[in-house]
């Protein structure tokens, strides 16, 4: 997308050197950076791909839940796990309708996730053998989004940060079904308190791998906080998460599979263990243990439905004209 100013007379034009200071001054006030403003492309290539991979990222993760929607194991736990998979697809499409103010195609962006030429989070590769992984994945999955997007609400690129805000309040409502989960099924017998435990074993540090590569080798973060679009580093929002979430494990009655977890006096922080980052590299390098599968039930959902897009787009054309 080119910025209006473009169609005009060069000697109309404001040159490249005073978008830019007008581009940084607004970034210098924390101002909003709007679609129709001129912005470096670079800016405009880096939250394409971030939006994208975070739209990515909400439609893969209705799967792993949604294997659950038809053997939920009450009409109300159903209702529930529906609408919060329901949430996640409208997480989807207010990024991807983010994206598109960049300039992107939806279309285009999906056939990239297919193509396996762009990402989503690693967290989702991962199976979802029994019920409490339903609440596991509430309590840390969507906890661990949280903070990672409570921040995004106040991102310089307007579109992005709005569709933030809504979003946040739902991941704050899936959050706290799944710790009630959790809850309900910590009061019950000791086989429900054992896939309790067995669940937040497996999911620990799957979460804690959300927040992205540690600082020193994550390279494109200094760049995004520099424009506005990160606000917090990658180990400084991990460190928010294991503080928030290490007294509620313990409300709950489960053990974080660290030995080394511990408050630390100097800080008042928790410290933790080191994390397996080759997992994370493998995960996201396609190897996970459901990349194949999630990946192939997109491309169905796309192929099967292809008929929908096709008579959609068809109506809505008939009626512009
Ligand atoms: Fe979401
Ligand atoms: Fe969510």
Redesign the pocket.
């Known amino acids: 997308m080119s910025a209006p100013t473009l169609d005009r007379p060069a000697a109309e034009r404001p040159d490249e050197a005073a978008l830019q200071r007008q581009f940084d001054a607004t970034i210098a006030a924390d101002r909003r950076i709007e679609p129709r403003d001129w912005m470096p492309e670079g800016y405009r290539r880096t939250l394409v791909r971030q939006i994208a991979q975070h739209a990515h990222s909400e439609i893969i993760?209705m799967q792993p839940e949604g294997d659950w929607l038809l053997a939920a194991p009450s009409m109300r736990r159903k209702a529930i796990l529906l609408a919060?998979v329901q949430?996640?697809a409208g997480?989807g499409l207010y990024l991807y309708s983010a994206a598109e103010t960049l300039g992107a195609d939806r279309a285009d962006l999906t056939d990239k996730l297919i193509e396996r030429r762009q990402k989503y989070s690693s967290i989702f590769n991962y199976p979802t053998p029994t019920y409490a992984d339903v609440g596991v994945i509430g309590w840390l999955v969507?906890g661990a989004?949280i903070c990672n997007q409570v921040p995004l609400c106040r991102s310089s690129y307007g579109p992005y940060a709005r569709a933030m805000i809504r979003v946040c309040k739902?991941?704050s409502f899936?959050q706290r079904q799944g710790y009630e989960l959790l809850m309900t099924m910590m009061r019950g017998t000791d086989a429900q308190r054992a896939m309790v435990q067995d669940a937040v074993d497996r999911w620990w540090w799957p979460s804690l791998m959300m927040f992205g590569p540690p600082d020193d080798d994550s390279p494109n973060s200094a760049q995004s906080m520099a424009w506005g679009i990160k606000r917090h580093s990658n180990d400084e929002l991990r460190q928010r998460f294991v503080d928030m979430t290490v007294p509620q494990a313990a409300v709950l009655g489960v053990t974080l599979p660290d030995q080394e977890l511990a408050p630390d006096p100097e800080t008042g922080r928790y410290r933790f263990g080191a994390i397996d980052w080759s997992e994370f590299k493998q995960v996201l390098a396609g190897h996970g243990p459901c990349n194949d599968e999630r990946i192939a039930r997109r491309r169905a959902a796309r192929d099967d439905n292809a008929w929908v897009t096709e008579a959609a787009t068809a109506y809505a054309r008939k009626h512009e004209s």
Request: avoid cysteine.
């Open positions: 993760g919060k949430d996640e997480h969507d989004a739902e991941e899936h």
